[in-house]
C-alpha cells in the first residue's frame, strides 16, 4: 500500500492535468447538439483507461456510448467490484453567470472550477487513478474491477439497464461503488445510505389557436399562463405540503435515531439561508431543511414557459403555456403510483377553457440501505484511514437512477461515497471540485480495494 499512497502522492498534478483534459469535453447529454461531444468525450475516457493497463471497451448504445473498463483478470474467483460513474454533465446554462467558461477549467487555490468537475467526472476519476497507482507501482489489487462509465445519467439513464440486463454474467459483481454525491466538510467523510427517486412531466395547456391580441380578444377567453400559474398553484398548500391525493401515502418517517443523527451534522438553517441567497427559508412545516431536502417528498417547477421572451412588450394572449416538473420521492413512493396520482390530479384540477397535454418523462425509485452490511462496514474502515477522521452516516436529496437497477438486475447493493463539498454548486453555474477532496478520494479508492477484499 505504501508503494501506491506514494505513487498517488507523487502524481498529483499530472492527475489535475488530466481531470482538465476530460473536462474540456462538453459532453451535455440533454442537448442533441452535443452528441459528437460525449462520443468523443466516451473515446477519451476508453483510450485513457488503456493507458492505464485496463481492459476498455466503447459500447455504443441507442443513446450514448458506455465506457466498460476491467483490470486484468487473474486464475480463480476473486472478489468482483463495479465502480459506476457517469461522464455526460447538466446543460451550463446560464453562461453569463460562469466567472470562466465552463469547458476551460480554471484552477483557484485548491479549487477546480468547471462544469462536470464535482458531478461526475472529478470523483470518477479518482478511482481510476487509485486504480492505475496500483498497476503502475506493480501493486496486487486483491479484487477484480469494472469500470462501468455512462453518458446519460443526467437525463434518466435509459440506455443502461438494458445494458446491464445483456452483460449480466460478466458484471456480476459483490457490491457497487459510486462516488456521485457528497460529503458535509472537507475531512467530513461520508457514506450516503439514502437518495431520494425522482418522475419528471411536461404538462402544455392550450388556448386560442394562435397568439392574440390582448387588447382585442383579452377577457373573452381563458388566458393559458393564467390557467397554468393557477393550476400549479394548487399543487401545494401554504405550510408546504403537496396536495396530489395520496402522494404521502408511502412515506416512510425518519426514526428518532436518524432524525438524531441528523441533527449532528454540521450547518445550520441561517447558514443554509445565506448560503442560498433567500430572504427566508421554506418547505414543510415540522421539518428541518435537511430532513425537507433527504427524507421528505417535494413538487417542484424546473422550467416555465408562456407568451414573449424577447427584449421590450407584446400585447398578447399567449397560445399556450408549458412547465417541465419533477418530484423527489423517498422510500417507499413509488414512482409509477405517483406519476399516475400526479397526472389524475393535474387533469382533475384542469379548467374547460383550455386543452391539456402532459408528457411523462422518467422516473427513478428511491433508494435506501443499511449502513449495516459488512461492505459498508469495510467502507467506512476505508473512509477512516484515507480522511484520518470519523465518518458521518447521511441521506442525500439527489437521485441516481440506476442504483435500483444495480440491485434488481445484478443483486448488487451500492455504497456511495461522495466527494463533493456542499458548495459545489452541482448544476449551478461555477461548479466546482475541492483538489484535497480530489487527492483523499484516490486514497479511499485505493484503501477501499483493500478492505472490500477482505469481506469474502
Ligand atoms: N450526482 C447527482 C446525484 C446526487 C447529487 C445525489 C448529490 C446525491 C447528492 C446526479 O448526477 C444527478 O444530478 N442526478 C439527477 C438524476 C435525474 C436527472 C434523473 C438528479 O438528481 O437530478
Ligand atoms: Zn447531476
Redesign the pocket.
Known amino acids: 500500500m505504501k508503494a501506491v499512497l506514494n505513487y498517488l502522492k507523487a502524481n498529483q498534478p499530472r492527475f489535475i492535468d488530466e481531470l482538465c483534459e476530460l473536462l474540456r469535453f462538453p459532453s451535455v447529454s440533454a442537448q442533441p447538439a452535443h452528441k459528437p461531444d460525449l462520443e468523443n468525450c466516451a473515446a477519451w475516457l476508453t483510450q485513457h483507461c488503456r493507458q492505464l493497463g485496463l481492459d476498455a471497451e466503447l459500447c455504443p448504445t441507442k443513446g450514448h456510448p458506455i465506457v466498460l473498463a476491467r483490470t486484468p483478470r487473474r486464475a480463480g474467483r476473486r472478489p468482483h467490484f463495479l465502480v459506476y460513474g ?1 461522464y455526460d454533465v ?1 446543460p451550463p446554462e446560464p453562461f453569463e453567470l460562469w466567472e470562466s467558461p465552463p469547458f476551460e477549467p480554471a484552477i483557484h487555490g485548491r479549487t477546480l472550477v468547471a462544469r462536470g468537475s464535482a ?2 467526472k472529478g470523483q470518477h476519476f479518482a478511482h481510476l487513478k487509485a486504480v492505475e497507482a496500483y498497476v503502475k507501482t506493480g501493486t496486487d489489487l486483491p479484487c477484480d474491477l469494472t469500470f462501468v462509465l455512462e453518458g446519460e ?5 435509459q440506455s443502461l439497464p438494458p445494458f446491464l440486463r445483456q452483460r449480466r454474467e460478466e458484471l456480476r459483481c459483490d457490491a457497487v461503488v459510486i462516488s ?3 460529503m458535509p466538510a472537507k475531512n467530513l467523510p461520508a457514506l ?1 445510505y439514502a ?2 427517486g ?1 418522475v ?1 412531466l411536461e404538462v402544455t395547456l392550450r388556448g386560442p389557436s394562435r397568439d392574440l391580441h390582448s387588447g382585442l380578444f383579452g377577457g373573452s377567453v381563458e388566458n393559458p399562463a393564467m390557467a397554468l400559474s393557477q393550476l400549479l398553484a394548487k399543487m401545494r398548500d401554504a405550510k408546504g405540503r403537496v396536495t396530489i391525493p395520496g402522494f404521502y401515502a408511502d412515506v416512510v418517517a425518519l426514526t428518532p435515531l436518524e432524525r438524531k443523527q441528523l441533527r449532528r451534522l454540521p450547518g445550520s438553517e441561517e447558514g443554509h439561508r445565506r448560503f442560498l441567497g433567500v430572504p427566508a427559508l421554506f418547505g414543510e412545516a415540522g421539518f428541518s431543511s435537511l430532513e425537507r431536502t433527504t427524507a421528505r417528498p417535494t413538487f417542484e417547477i424546473n422550467g416555465l414557459t408562456s407568451g414573449y421572451q424577447g427584449e421590450g412588450g407584446k400585447t398578447i394572449v399567449p397560445a399556450w403555456a408549458r412547465a417541465k416538473i ?1 418530484m423527489r420521492l423517498v422510500p417507499s413512493q413509488r414512482p409509477e403510483e405517483i406519476m399516475k396520482a400526479a397526472i389524475a390530479w393535474l387533469k382533475r384540477l384542469c379548467p374547460p377553457t383550455v386543452r391539456m397535454e402532459i408528457a411523462p418523462g ?1 422516473g ?1 425509485p428511491p433508494y435506501l440501505v443499511e449502513p449495516s452490511g459488512v461492505h459498508a462496514q469495510a467502507a467506512l474502515r476505508a473512509l477512516r484511514a484515507a480522511f484520518r477522521r470519523e465518518p458521518v452516516l447521511m441521506r ?6 440506476i442504483v435500483t437497477d444495480f440491485k434488481k438486475t445484478l443483486g448488487a447493493d451500492t455504497l ?1 461515497l ?1 466527494l ?1 463539498l456542499p458548495d459545489a454548486n ?2 449551478s453555474p461555477n461548479e466546482k471540485f475541492d483538489l484535497d477532496c480530489f487527492a483523499a478520494g484516490q486514497r479511499m479508492s485505493a484503501w477501499l480495494w483493500q478492505e472490500l477484499a477482505k469481506t469474502k
Do not use: F, K
Not at 396 to 401: A, L, Q
Open positions: 457517469h447538466q458531478d461526475n445519467e443526467e437525463v434518466g439513464s456521485d454525491t457528497g450516503t437518495l431520494r425522482v419528471s419533477t422518467h427513478a442525500e436529496g439527489g437521485s441516481i437512477p456511495l461522495g463533493a452541482a448544476h
